[in-house]
Nanobody, 117 residues
Framework: QVQLVESGGGLVQAGGSLRLSCAAS????????MGWYRQAPGKQRELVAA???????NYADSVKGRFTISRDNAKKTVYLQMNSLKPEDTAVYYC???????????WGQGTQVTVSS
């Protein structure tokens, strides 16, 4: 069983920065992809960024050049550095671990990010 615990959300002014962290517990496989999703009020949950164990990354177009995802495999932790934040980045951010061979997704409890204009 995998558990994911996020931290680092909060309130920030437009143009500011935040860093989210997600610590995983349990067995992590080399094929597991970790990432961040977000869900704004009234909208569907969307992928923000994802990273493989070897560091291959994928970003939503809306965050490219502003957000950076990274991963510390030894600590079983994934990070999301968010710079140049915009009000439209306001959402609950969820950590995700995708285990493709088991067709299984694990989710954190979510952390609120609010960007004021």
């Amino acid at each position: 069983q995998v558990q994911l615990v996020e931290s680092g959300g909060g309130l920030v002014q437009a143009g500011g920065s935040l860093r989210l962290s997600c610590a995983a517990s349990g067995i992590i496989f080399s094929s597991d992809v970790m990432g961040w999703y977000r869900q704004a009020p009234g909208k569907q949950r969307e992928l923000v960024a994802a990273i493989t164990v070897v560091g291959r990354t994928n970003y939503a177009d809306s965050v490219k050049g502003r957000f950076t995802i990274s991963r510390d495999n030894a600590k079983k932790t994934v990070y999301l550095q968010m710079n140049s934040l915009k009000p439209e980045d306001t959402a609950v951010y969820y950590c995700n671990l995708n285990r493709a061979f088991a067709t299984r997704d694990y989710w954190g409890q979510g952390t609120q990010v609010t960007v004021s204009s």
